[in-house]
C-alpha cells in the first residue's frame, strides 16, 4: 500500500457512510478555493434537478424551487458542487420549460424570483453553485418576440425566427422532419408563410444570424451571472446555425420526411457564433458552460471544448446511441454488447484527455433510466446501478447525476400510451405505428426508451405520491416507490444511495480520481468494464461487471492494491460476482 494511504473506505460501515456530509461539504468548499491546477467545476460533482418531478412544497402536484432548496443538503451528501437546473423560466409547458416564453421571469408554478434568490444564496452556504439551462435554438411560440414576428413580414423582429415561403404547390418548403416527428414547418396565417421548428410546433427556431437576436441572448446570459449562477448548460446548441441552402432530403420513413437533424445540424459557421456568445459570456467570469451537442463526434471535440474551443464542456451522446440507434429511432433499436460502449467511452475520454474536459453521465431527464438501458442481464436493480456509479464516480470528467440514479431506479411500469405525458414519447408512437408495428409493439419501445421514465416524481419516503407532493403528481409515481425511496435506502447500509455517497467522499479524498489520468484496462472484455487513474504514483482501478455471470481476471491487475470500494461485500482478486463493482487502490 502506498506510504500514507488508508483503506478508509474499504467496506464502510453505516455509521461511517452516514456521516460523510460535513466532510464532503468542507472538501467541497476547499476545492472551490483552490487552485491546484483545476477549476471548481472539474473537482466537482454535478447533479441534474428536474424541477417539475422535485419536490412539491405548495401541494400542488408539481415541484417548486423551495422544494429544491429544501433538499440541498441530500445534494451537499453526495459531494455535490453544481446543481443544473432543467428550465424554470415562464413557459406553457408543452415540452416542461424548454419552450421558453420569458427568459427573466420564473414560472409561477416553480415560485418567485425571491424563490431562485433564495436557493442560489442556500446553495452557496453549502458550496453548492446553481447552473441554469439557456434554451436558445428556439422559444416559446408565445414569446412576446414570437408573437410579434409572426404578425407581418414586417415588424421589428419580422427576421428574428426562420421564415420561407411555402413551395408552389403551397406545401412546406422542404420535407424536413422535426426531432418530435412530424414536418419541421408550420404554417402561418398572418405572414402566409411557413416557420421552423426543429422540436414542437410550439417551439419556432430563432434566427442567430441576425446580431439582434444573439445579443438579446447574451443580455439574458448576462443577468444569470449577475445574479450568481455557477454557469450554463446550453440546449440544443448544434441547430443553431442553418444551412445556406434549403432543400429536400431522401426520405427515411413511411412518412416521406427526412430528419431535420441530418439537414441542419452542426452546420459550418457554427463557431463563429459560439466563440462571440463564449467572449460575451463566459470570459472573465468563474462559470462553465456545457454544451448539449448531440451530433458533435467525439474527433471533433477540440474544436469544441478547451483553450482553443468554445465550451468547458460538452454532452456528446454516443455512448447513448449505443442501445437506443444514433437516429434516435426508438422502434429501430441497436443491438450491442459491452465491448461497443467500452468502445465509445475510451474514444470520448481520448478526445479530452488532453484538450477539454469530459462530463460524465449515464441519465439526465432525456434517456430513459441507465439500470435498465445499460445491461444486458437481469439481475437486481440496486447491484446494476452500483454498477454504473462505481464507472461514474472514477473516471476521469465531471461526473454528472441525474436525480434519483443515486437511488437505482429501473424504468416505469406504463401500460398505455395515454400514460405518458412527454410529447416526444407520443410522436414516437406515432411514428412507430406509421412504421407499420402494431400498438403493443410501438407501446413496447416507447415504454423501454421514453424520456418519462426519468421525470416520475422522486422517492424521497413511502407516504403516499412517495413524499414527493400531498396532492396527485403530474406524472404517476413509479410503482416500487414504497421500497425504493430515499428514506429507506438511508436506513438501508447496503442501498445504491450510501454506495453513492460512500463514493462520492471516496472521490473527494483521492486526487487521482479527479486529477489522474484515465487507461482503459480489459478493452476486448465482453463482461467487464475496468479502467486504471494514475497520479504521481497513486493509482486506482476500477473493475465492473456487467454481466449476470461471474467473471474472471488477471490478478496483476491490482497486485500491491487493496479494495477501496466494493459493492457486494469483501472482494476476491481475480473473481467479480455477477453485477459486481470494485474500486482498488494503493
Ligand atoms: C434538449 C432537451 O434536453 C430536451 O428535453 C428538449 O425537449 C429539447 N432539447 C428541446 O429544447
Request: glycine residues 8%.
Given at each position: 500500500?502506498?506510504?500514507?494511504?488508508?483503506?478508509?473506505?474499504?467496506?464502510?460501515?453505516?455509521?461511517?457512510?452516514?456521516?460523510?456530509?460535513?466532510?464532503?461539504?468542507?472538501?467541497?468548499?476547499?476545492?472551490?478555493?483552490?487552485?491546484?491546477?483545476?477549476?471548481?467545476?472539474?473537482?466537482?460533482?454535478?447533479?441534474?434537478?428536474?424541477?417539475?418531478?422535485?419536490?412539491?412544497?405548495?401541494?400542488?402536484?408539481?415541484?417548486?424551487?423551495?422544494?429544491?432548496?429544501?433538499?440541498?443538503?441530500?445534494?451537499?451528501?453526495?459531494?455535490?458542487?453544481?446543481?443544473?437546473?432543467?428550465?424554470?423560466?415562464?413557459?406553457?409547458?408543452?415540452?416542461?420549460?424548454?419552450?421558453?416564453?420569458?427568459?427573466?421571469?420564473?414560472?409561477?408554478?416553480?415560485?418567485?424570483?425571491?424563490?431562485?434568490?433564495?436557493?442560489?444564496?442556500?446553495?452557496?452556504?453549502?458550496?453548492?453553485?446553481?447552473?441554469?439551462?439557456?434554451?436558445?435554438?428556439?422559444t416559446?411560440?408565445?414569446?412576446?418576440?414570437?408573437?410579434e414576428?409572426?404578425a407581418?413580414?414586417?415588424?421589428?423582429?419580422?427576421?428574428?425566427?426562420?421564415?420561407?415561403d411555402?413551395?408552389?404547390?403551397?406545401?412546406?418548403?422542404?420535407?424536413?422532419?422535426?426531432?418530435?416527428?412530424?414536418?419541421?414547418?408550420?404554417?402561418?396565417?398572418?405572414?402566409?408563410?411557413?416557420?421552423?421548428?426543429?422540436?414542437?410546433?410550439?417551439?419556432?427556431?430563432?434566427?442567430?444570424?441576425?446580431?439582434?437576436?444573439?445579443?438579446?441572448?447574451?443580455?439574458?446570459?448576462?443577468?444569470?451571472?449577475?445574479?450568481?449562477?455557477g454557469?450554463f448548460?446550453?440546449?440544443?446548441?448544434?441547430?443553431?446555425?442553418?444551412?445556406?441552402?434549403?432543400?429536400?432530403?431522401?426520405?427515411?420513413?413511411?412518412?416521406?420526411?427526412y430528419?431535420?437533424?441530418?439537414?441542419?445540424?452542426?452546420?459550418?459557421?457554427?463557431?463563429?457564433?459560439?466563440?462571440?456568445?463564449?467572449?460575451?459570456?463566459?470570459?472573465?467570469?468563474?462559470?462553465?458552460?456545457?454544451?448539449?451537442?448531440?451530433?458533435?463526434?467525439?474527433?471533433?471535440?477540440?474544436q469544441?471544448?478547451?483553450?482553443?474551443?468554445?465550451?468547458d464542456m460538452?454532452?456528446?451522446?454516443?455512448?447513448?446511441?449505443?442501445?437506443?440507434?444514433?437516429?434516435?429511432?426508438?422502434?429501430?433499436?441497436?443491438?450491442?454488447?459491452?465491448?461497443?460502449l467500452?468502445?465509445?467511452?475510451?474514444?470520448?475520454?481520448?478526445?479530452?484527455?488532453?484538450?477539454?474536459?469530459?462530463?460524465?453521465?449515464?441519465?439526465?431527464?432525456?434517456?430513459?433510466?441507465?439500470?435498465?438501458?445499460?445491461?444486458?442481464?437481469?439481475?437486481?436493480?440496486?447491484?446494476?446501478?452500483?454498477?454504473?456509479?462505481?464507472?461514474l464516480l472514477?473516471?476521469?470528467?465531471?461526473?454528472?447525476?441525474?436525480?434519483?440514479?443515486?437511488?437505482?431506479?429501473?424504468?416505469?411500469s406504463?401500460?398505455?400510451?395515454?400514460?405518458f405525458?412527454?410529447?416526444?414519447?407520443?410522436?414516437?408512437?406515432?411514428?412507430?405505428?406509421?412504421?407499420?408495428?402494431?400498438?403493443?409493439a410501438?407501446?413496447?419501445?416507447?415504454?423501454?426508451?421514453?424520456?418519462?421514465?426519468?421525470?416520475?416524481p422522486?422517492?424521497?419516503?413511502?407516504?403516499?405520491?412517495?413524499?414527493?407532493?400531498?396532492?396527485?403528481?403530474?406524472?404517476?409515481?413509479h410503482?416500487d416507490?414504497?421500497?425504493?425511496?430515499?428514506?429507506?435506502q438511508?436506513?438501508?447500509?447496503?442501498?445504491?444511495?450510501?454506495?453513492?455517497?460512500?463514493?462520492?467522499?471516496?472521490?473527494?479524498?483521492?486526487?487521482?480520481?479527479?486529477?489522474?489520468?484515465?487507461?482503459?484496462?480489459?478493452?476486448?472484455?465482453?463482461?467487464i468494464?475496468?479502467?486504471?487513474?494514475?497520479?504521481?504514483?497513486?493509482?486506482?482501478?476500477?473493475?465492473?461487471?456487467?454481466?449476470?455471470?461471474?467473471?474472471?481476471?488477471?490478478?496483476?491487475?491490482v497486485?500491491?492494491?487493496?479494495?477501496?470500494?466494493a459493492?457486494?461485500?469483501?472482494?476476491?482478486?481475480?473473481?467479480?460476482?455477477?453485477?459486481?463493482?470494485?474500486?482498488?487502490g494503493?
Amino acid at each position: 500500500m502506498r506510504k500514507g494511504a488508508k483503506p478508509l473506505f474499504s467496506f464502510l460501515r453505516q455509521s461511517e457512510k452516514r456521516d460523510l456530509a460535513p466532510f464532503l461539504t468542507f472538501l467541497r468548499k476547499e476545492r472551490m478555493m483552490s487552485t491546484q491546477g483545476l477549476a471548481w467545476w472539474q473537482q466537482t460533482i454535478a447533479y441534474e434537478v428536474y424541477p417539475k418531478s422535485f419536490l412539491d412544497t405548495r401541494g400542488q402536484g408539481t415541484g417548486t424551487l423551495a422544494g429544491i432548496t429544501a433538499k440541498l443538503d441530500h445534494l451537499a451528501s453526495l459531494g455535490v458542487g453544481a446543481l443544473w437546473l432543467t428550465p424554470c423560466y415562464k413557459s406553457p409547458m408543452v415540452d416542461n420549460g424548454y419552450d421558453v416564453q420569458d427568459y427573466l421571469q420564473i414560472d409561477p408554478s416553480f415560485g418567485t424570483m425571491d424563490d431562485m434568490d433564495e436557493l442560489i444564496a442556500q446553495g452557496r452556504e453549502r458550496g453548492i453553485r446553481v447552473v441554469m439551462d439557456l434554451v436558445f435554438n428556439h422559444t416559446s411560440d408565445q414569446c412576446a418576440w414570437f408573437v410579434e414576428s409572426r404578425a407581418s413580414r414586417t415588424n421589428p423582429k419580422a427576421d428574428w425566427y426562420i421564415w420561407r415561403d411555402a413551395k408552389s404547390d403551397g406545401s412546406a418548403p422542404t420535407n424536413w422532419r422535426s426531432i418530435f416527428g412530424g414536418s419541421a414547418w408550420e404554417w402561418c396565417e398572418e405572414r402566409g408563410q411557413y416557420y421552423l421548428h426543429t422540436f414542437a410546433k410550439q417551439q419556432p427556431d430563432l434566427n442567430w444570424e441576425n446580431p439582434q437576436v444573439r445579443e438579446a441572448l447574451y443580455d439574458i446570459s448576462n443577468y444569470w451571472v449577475n445574479k450568481g449562477v455557477g454557469g450554463f448548460r446550453i440546449d440544443a446548441i448544434t441547430y443553431i446555425k442553418k444551412p445556406p441552402v434549403f432543400e429536400d432530403g431522401p426520405a427515411d420513413g413511411e412518412d416521406g420526411l427526412y430528419p431535420v437533424h441530418a439537414a441542419t445540424a452542426n452546420q459550418p459557421g457554427i463557431l463563429d457564433y459560439l466563440h462571440e456568445f463564449k467572449r460575451a459570456v463566459r470570459d472573465g467570469h468563474d462559470i462553465f458552460m456545457v454544451g448539449e451537442a448531440n451530433g458533435v463526434a467525439a474527433s471533433e471535440l477540440d474544436q469544441w471544448v478547451g483553450a482553443n474551443g468554445v465550451f468547458d464542456m460538452l454532452f456528446e451522446f454516443s455512448h447513448m446511441h449505443v442501445p437506443m440507434g444514433a437516429e434516435e429511432i426508438w422502434c429501430r433499436p441497436a443491438t450491442w454488447t459491452l465491448t461497443d460502449l467500452k468502445r465509445v467511452l475510451a474514444q470520448s475520454q481520448a478526445a479530452t484527455a488532453h484538450n477539454g474536459w469530459y462530463p460524465a453521465f449515464f441519465e439526465n431527464h432525456d434517456q430513459p433510466r441507465s439500470t435498465v438501458n445499460f445491461f444486458h442481464d437481469d439481475g437486481p436493480l440496486a447491484s446494476k446501478a452500483k454498477v454504473l456509479g462505481a464507472v461514474l464516480l472514477t473516471t476521469r470528467g465531471t461526473p454528472f447525476l441525474y436525480q434519483g440514479e443515486e437511488l437505482g431506479y429501473g424504468n416505469a411500469s406504463w401500460k398505455r400510451i395515454e400514460d405518458f405525458n412527454d410529447v416526444q414519447t407520443r410522436a414516437q408512437y406515432e411514428f412507430a405505428l406509421g412504421e407499420g408495428l402494431s400498438e403493443a409493439a410501438a407501446l413496447a419501445a416507447c415504454v423501454r426508451f421514453s424520456r418519462d421514465n426519468a421525470r416520475t416524481p422522486l422517492q424521497w419516503d413511502d407516504s403516499p405520491h412517495a413524499g414527493f407532493s400531498t396532492a396527485e403528481p403530474w406524472l404517476r409515481v413509479h410503482d416500487d416507490y414504497a421500497t425504493c425511496n430515499v428514506a429507506a435506502q438511508e436506513a438501508d447500509p447496503d442501498s445504491p444511495l450510501l454506495w453513492y455517497r460512500a463514493l462520492a467522499a471516496l472521490r473527494a479524498a483521492r486526487p487521482e480520481l479527479v486529477a489522474g489520468d484515465w487507461q482503459e484496462l480489459l478493452a476486448d472484455d465482453e463482461r467487464i468494464l475496468a479502467f486504471e487513474r494514475t497520479l504521481e504514483g497513486a493509482r486506482c482501478v476500477t473493475l465492473a461487471n456487467f454481466s449476470g455471470e461471474e467473471a474472471t481476471y488477471d490478478t496483476s491487475l491490482v497486485a500491491g492494491l487493496v479494495p477501496l470500494a466494493a459493492s457486494l461485500g469483501e472482494p476476491q482478486a481475480g473473481t467479480l460476482r455477477p453485477l459486481e463493482a470494485v474500486v482498488w487502490g494503493n
